[in-house]
């Protein structure tokens, strides 16, 4: 396999996806006699729901998710010799959950099936990428009317959890995988207030091991006492478009053979959601304390780092409804390995949705990055959306390893410029709520840090993937 932007120049490139929105852009175009409309109204059929077709009782709901996905990359960036420098997938995920309710008292089940097909022992597989026939949720939520009147809600099991902004939990959308979690939490709602309480053993993916991830060996996951979650949540509503967030996350890791860590994470969340005509915004920041190991049964090291994210877009009242926004998002790295502290930020349970596309791409994370974006957002049609973005990366520290990949320069001398990278997505909802039809290229221009590091593999990245999304 072979993409012709590998070899590229940033400017050529940058005129390849530019001329390939303009395709995109202009497929549907207006009739100039109708009148004139922001986007192009597209009727797509009515959602289909699995629950209605079974005509169940109002009790009784059953709904899922089928998706499939193509995955190609050419030009390796990670510094593993033993991934393939072109590689290509076929990402598979299906889920299926069952929920009853009884009163005020439901008891959910959900399963999942992901697999990865079409790869090799050569290709990147992970416990991101396969979980073969397994449970993901299985929790009971109680309502009752709390203190002062809230509505409050205890849920027990395992489930998934989305806070805030995703950025360090949340139920992952891109990954072939998903994250979830064992125990217990409460929450409350007055008005515009909710504030919620938890305490969690994350789910380990199982099998964890190459042989049996390429065989699609199903083998049920679990959760370890020795690494736990627990913290609170508040989140207020100042207003229809303004919500204010603030949490304080605790994770303790003793498990045997990997790095202790107890961290202590406080954050909080400004947000302003976008509308037509007006500026929208979004700033998140964390501290980062404790105390962890750089390597296994290394040691312990005072742990002190940080994180933020900062979001500006406007939407103009325009043919498209164009949202035109940029990023800001820094995370700290190691400042040495000599001084007995641990500068670099531990990004959880992190989502990187920010970031664009993973799979065998996802070349950012939120650990030593320094990184600006720039990016248009349009709405060709009712149901389609296309996104437009360049991104610049460099490292926070310059002798601390790239978070994804391991590329890394001990020296410092490779500098601090990891790369630029050029993406396009568009997505349509064929059939809303029903039928999502998506398409994305990126691609990574190299710096220096990924051409002069000792162990870097001198290439440019290119990354396309196809998918289809059904849910029901």
Sequence with gaps: MHFALAETSPQTAAA??????SLVLVLPAQDPTAPEESVIEVRPESAFRLSQALQLPEWLRISGSARARYEGLEGQFRANPQLASSDHILALRQTLLFEVDVDAVTFALEGIDARQLAD??????NVGSADAVDILQGYVEVGHDGPF????????GRRTVDFGGRRLVGRNRYRNTIQSFTGASYQSAFDDLSAEVF?????LIRPSALGPLLDDDPELNDQDVDLQFYGSFVSADLD???SLEAYFYVVTDQREGRPERELYTPGVRALRRPESSSFDYEFEGNLQFGRSQATAGGPDLDHLAWFAHAELGYTFDAPLEPRVFVQLDGGSGDESAND????RFDPLFQVRADFGALGLF????????LSSALKVQVHPAEAMSVLLGWRSVFLTEDDDFVAVGGVQDPSGSSGSEFGHKL????RWQAIPDSLQLEFGVAHLFAGDVLRRAPNARAEDSTYVYFETLLSF
Excluded: C, F, H, Q
């Design 362 to 369: 996802g070349p950012i994370a939120r650990t030593n990055t």
């Design 120 to 125: 090799g022992s050569r290709s990147l597989l």
């Design 340 to 343: 007995g502290e641990n500068n």
């Design 423 to 426: 993406e396009l997505t568009a």
């Design 240 to 242: 229809p478009r303004t």
């Design 149 to 156: 009147d809230a509505d409050s809600e205890l849920k027990v």
């Design 16 to 21: 390849s996806l530019l001329a390939a929105l």
């Design 199 to 203: 305490w969690y053993l994350p789910t």
